[in-house]
């Protein structure tokens, strides 16, 4: 017999995300890509080299992780976690905890100003209880904001007069800077400090190798990496991918997506391998609604005198935006706050060519590369939602923010503008693509949580018991959607990936529950039993795991 063709996959009920409640029992590979997907008797006569069965195992297309701070995250993971601190003097005590006696920067993350007691961060001056010899850097849950003790601030160079006029940086009585530093102060005084560390490149690939098969684990098959502020030097490198690709160790897809684009390489979205590729050119508009820093129209309920962030006049997103769409690349802008909204929408109407056609993927196929996504779009009214339904958007949303801001974001936001926060159900009614992403380290990489949270619209605690706007809600086949066949449409790939088709990567997941037939409650329980990429599997669990 001629074995022309790699690998059968048979005997499995895998759901292929063409259409809701399609599935299919084999998958035939050869060359990386599915050559047929359906039932186990027309399978049968493709002449294969390897056989394996399903055991009437359940599937589903790959994941994608469409917003995720790739290295990173990788490398909080090495920092203390501080998630479970509820006062500042925690804080102080679990760090001085960990302190090691070293003398390089140490570093804690993942602090929710809503969680402590205090209702603020804390300042140089408490952080100094922790070591007044060790420079020590705080950063917050949504990496808008850094805490600095003062040996870092001397580090750092962040003096009264260095800092003086800066609105991201806030004082002290005394006007000393409070070590309390936003948003882009970060690119401009600590960034240089992680650079020297961020610059060995063996770091880099050794963190990556280290961490890299964890996503496997929780079904990933491509990551949109995400790089840092445009001021800060890049993380994402495309050679380091490269080069664990070239190793035989990269078990994910990277898509990189840089601020950086196309100023240090005059590429375009797709550039690349099947494995490694550029995206997209990534712009931060405004900053958070845990830090106060994403830009509203109105002050924030409770903080009469704050308003947050804008980054860019309308000219300057305008100029950023044409800078993209002439070199051929997909535009990614960071928006949370509803100023901040404004603003995304009139720079884009100024660019992106309008078009009635209600079926986004048609917009989205004439548009080509030159696509806009929006990343975040936490709040939006009918008005605004009206204007993006014109445009080919991409809305890249992270559902899991109902789990992790749902408890602050009401007194944040008010009862008037609450009622447009992460209008899931609006935006697809109106006729807009949506995306689903992590946004980690500033969440947990967790898709199976994200979809829950698109469907019950709680925290996986439960949180509120009627749901957070549960007329947002999503269905299960498009919170499913969201990370599998529309987010291929983040890199222009919706013709080789995000559902099993013929042509497309043989990229699926086995899970050890059936996503579409257990209560939606329990969506964040359901765990991956093997990982397939390109036809081979890149993780597997064990039987003790």
Request: net charge negative; proline share 5%; charged share 25%.
């Amino acid at each position: 017999m001629d074995f022309r063709f790699d690998k059968l996959f048979f005997g499995g009920k895998i759901y292929t995300m063409n259409a809701p409640g399609e599935t299919v029992e084999a998958i035939v590979a050869h060359d990386g890509k599915i050559v047929f997907a359906g039932s186990d008797e027309e399978a049968a006569r493709y002449p294969v080299r390897e056989k394996e069965d399903l055991g009437g195992r359940v599937g589903m297309p790959g994941i994608s992780d469409t917003h995720i701070h790739l290295l990173m995250d990788c490398n909080n993971r090495a920092y203390v976690q501080l998630n479970k601190a509820r006062s500042i003097d925690e804080i102080v005590e679990i760090m001085r905890a960990h302190d090691d006696g070293a003398s390089d920067l140490f570093t804690g993350c993942d602090v929710t100003m809503s969680d402590l007691a205090e209702n603020r961060y804390p300042h140089r001056y408490e952080l100094d209880r922790i070591s007044v010899s060790r420079p020590v850097c705080i950063l917050s849950h949504c990496l808008h904001v850094t805490m600095a003790n003062s040996k870092a601030l001397e580090l750092a160079g962040l003096t009264k007069e260095s800092a003086a006029g800066d609105a991201c940086v806030s004082f002290c009585e005394d006007g000393e800077p409070d070590g309390i530093v936003r948003e882009e102060a970060y690119a401009k005084y600590f960034a240089p400090i992680l650079a020297t560390l961020f610059a060995d490149e063996g770091y880099r690939k050794g963190i990556l190798k280290k961490y890299l098969a964890d996503y496997s684990r929780h079904g990933y098959t491509t990551l949109h990496a995400i790089s840092s502020y445009a001021a800060a030097p890049p993380l994402e490198y495309f050679g380091q991918y490269c080069d664990l690709e070239r190793e035989g160790t990269l078990p994910v897809r990277v898509i990189i997506n840089s601020a950086h684009f196309p100023d240090t390489l005059n590429t375009r979205t797709g550039f690349g391998t099947d494995m490694v590729k550029t995206g997209a050119k990534k712009i931060y508009l405004d900053g958070s609604l845990g830090g106060r820093t994403a830009a509203m129209r109105e002050p924030y309920s409770d903080a009469p005198g704050e308003k947050g962030d804008l980054f860019y006049t309308k000219e300057s997103l305008v100029a950023a935006f044409r800078d993209a769409y002439d070199n051929g690349l997909e535009a990614s802008v960071h928006v949370i706050g509803d100023a901040a909204m404004d603003l995304a929408i009139a720079a884009a109407e100024e660019v992106y060519p309008a078009s009635d056609e209600r079926r986004p993927e048609k917009r989205l196929a004439a548009a080509g590369t030159r696509r806009l996504r929006i990343i975040h779009a936490s709040i939006a009214d009918p008005s605004q939602i009206d204007r993006l339904r014109r445009l080919p958007v991409i809305l890249d949303v992270q559902p899991n923010f109902i789990h992790s801001d749902g408890g602050f974001a009401p007194d944040r936001l008010g009862p008037g503008r609450m009622k447009f926060f992460t209008p899931l159900r609006s935006y697809i009614d109106a006729g807009l693509l949506l995306a689903g992403g992590s946004d980690a380290p500033v969440d947990p990489p967790l898709p199976f949580l994200g979809m829950e949270c698109a469907v019950t619209r709680k925290s996986i605690d439960g949180f509120p018991a009627e749901g957070l706007l549960p007329e947002e809600a999503l269905s299960v086949y498009e919170a499913v959607s969201l990370y599998t066949r529309n987010a291929a449409y983040c890199s222009g790939e919706e013709n080789v990936k995000g559902t099993i088709s013929a042509g497309k990567y043989a990229d699926f997941i086995l899970l050890d529950k059936d996503i579409f037939e257990i209560e939606p409650t329990k969506i964040h329980t359901v765990g991956v039993l093997k990982t397939v990429v390109g036809g081979r599997t890149r993780w597997e669990r064990r039987s003790e795991q």
